[in-house]
Structure formats: structure tokens, C-alpha cells
């Protein structure tokens, strides 16, 4: 089983929402202690599912941010890479993108703790 099919496994059992593979980023904490995704541009095209892992203390927050929403045209691009760049502090439960301060906290659709460690 993909650490995505246990994010998926765990979300849909605990809050009853099934997140879409295809449409999904993941992040566990980094090295520098923070969350970091850098998904594709053709996320924007769908319903984009984000979940930040809060390996510390075994908790996976939940977003769904709507397609074509405009905050994508508030994110940080990598061009280099053809990818949006997000980067959020841990502690922070209003979910504020550091790279261009925007707020996620509107796209929580819900919090779902687990007892493994599996990620």
C-alpha cells in the first residue's frame, strides 16, 4: 500500500470524505520544520486535494481548494519547474502560505488523527 492509500485509507474511515488520488499532495514535516507540497499546474484544473502530516503528533489536516479558484493565481511558481511552490509553518493552524502569505485555512474540510506510524 502507497503512503497515498493509507492517507486516503485513514481520511475516508475517519471523516468520511474521499479524497481523488490523481488530484492529491501530500506532506509530512520537512528538515527545516516545515510543510512543503509543490504540485503541478494541471491541479488547478480539478478539485485539489492537500493533506499536511503532522508526524509529532499524529494528525493529517485536510484540504479540498476548489478548480480554477483564484487563489492559484496567488501562488508562488516555480518556473524552473512548471510547479507551484507552497511552503507552511507547522504550528500555524490558520494555514498561511509563507511564500505569498495566503490563508488555507478556508479550504479545511476537516482533521483526522491516526495511531501508526505509517507516514
Not at 486516503?8 to 492529491?24: D, M, P, W
Not at 498561511?96 to 490563508?103: A, D, G, I, T
Request: hydrophobic share 35%; net charge positive; charged share 30%.
Amino acid at each position: 500500500m502507497t503512503k497515498n492509500d493509507k492517507i486516503i485509507n485513514v481520511v475516508y474511515n475517519t471523516i468520511g470524505f474521499r479524497l481523488n488520488k490523481s488530484q492529491l499532495n501530500s506532506s509530512t514535516i520537512n528538515k527545516t520544520g516545515l510543510y512543503s507540497v509543490e504540485p503541478n499546474l494541471k491541479r488547478k484544473e480539478n478539485d485539489w486535494h492537500l493533506v499536511l502530516i503532522n508526524t509529532r503528533i499524529k494528525k493529517m489536516y485536510v484540504f479540498e481548494v476548489p478548480a480554477n479558484h483564484p487563489v492559484y493565481k496567488k501562488l508562488y511558481y516555480r518556473a524552473d519547474k512548471d510547479r507551484y511552490r507552497l511552503e507552511f509553518y507547522v504550528g500555524d493552524l490558520t494555514f498561511r502560505e509563507k511564500l505569498k502569505y495566503e490563508s488555507f485555512d478556508k479550504f479545511l474540510i476537516g482533521e483526522c488523527s491516526y495511531y501508526k506510524d505509517v507516514f
